[in-house]
């Protein structure tokens, strides 16, 4: 089975250009998570999704960013205009809820996007 | 303000002894608590989970402990393996597959 599948693995950009990462979900996944990872602030999460509606926003940085689900498969997060503090390693993360007591609470990471904004 | 703390930037560790890992939270209201391994260049990946009705739980050399009332669980890997050098995330939620809420990890060397 595949699993969260992100692009690009790597973008170098240049201040003030228009950044898009991209996510596919593991099928059958109701919920989607945009996460960052830095240094200084670990993994913190930026919005996530639940049948491709937005729950929680309130962890994007600000109005540069904005992250859409235009259906079950697919999400993207998308910075514009990127500057240099928003390099970090971007990750998508989706999980199901099936409720009972087998369900884990794990989320599925995609291997990430690397940003590097000069 | 950080709901999940994890104290221990780093941890050093023989192969063959315990590693212990540990973690604290704030959010009274956290009900799944899991933890995460982390290769570099790789997303994370689960490896135990703990559901507040518990206090321990066991999968192979890994073991979580909850102590709700002093708001702490650590993981304990028992024994030690060179391969389970990797930095290792907290992470705790309100409601199980919702939003984790992670540490800022803790990278665990262990040396043979």
């Known amino acids: 089975d595949a699993g969260v599948i992100q692009s690009p693995r790597h973008e170098v950009t240049e201040m003030g250009q228009e950044v898009t990462l991209r996510c596919k979900p593991i099928?059958?996944?109701?919920?989607l998570f945009w996460y960052r990872q830095t240094m200084m602030r670990g993994l913190e999460l930026l919005i996530y999704?639940?049948?491709?509606?937005?729950?929680?926003d309130s962890g994007m940085p600000e109005d540069r960013f904005s992250a859409k689900m235009p259906n079950a498969s697919f999400s993207t997060l998308k910075i514009q205009p990127s500057e240099p503090r928003d390099s970090a390693v971007y990750f998508c993360?989706?999980?199901?809820?099936?409720?009972?007591?087998?369900?884990?609470?794990?989320?599925?990471f995609g291997e990430g996007s690397r940003l590097t904004v000069l | 303000d950080q709901q999940v703390k994890q104290n221990s930037p780093s941890l050093s560790v023989q192969e063959g002894r315990i590693s212990i890992l540990n973690c604290d939270y704030t959010?009274?209201?956290?009900?799944?608590f899991l933890w995460y391994k982390k290769y570099p260049a790789e997303g994370p990946t689960f490896l135990i989970s703990?559901?507040?009705?518990?206090d321990k739980n066991e999968d192979g050399r890994f073991t979580v402990f909850l102590n709700k009332s002093a708001k702490h669980l650590s993981l304990h890997i028992v024994p030690s393996q060179p391969g389970d050098s990797a930095v290792y995330f907290c992470a705790a939620s309100e409601e199980a597959g919702t939003a984790l809420i992670f540490g800022k990890g803790t990278t665990l060397s262990v040396s043979s």
């Open positions: 099928s059958g996944h109701d919920y």
């Open positions: 703990i559901s507040s009705i518990k």
């Open positions: 999704f639940n049948n491709n509606v937005p729950i929680d």
């Open positions: 993360a989706s999980s199901f809820w099936t409720g009972g007591v087998k369900n884990t609470g794990e989320l599925f």
């Open positions: 959010n009274s209201m956290f009900d799944y």
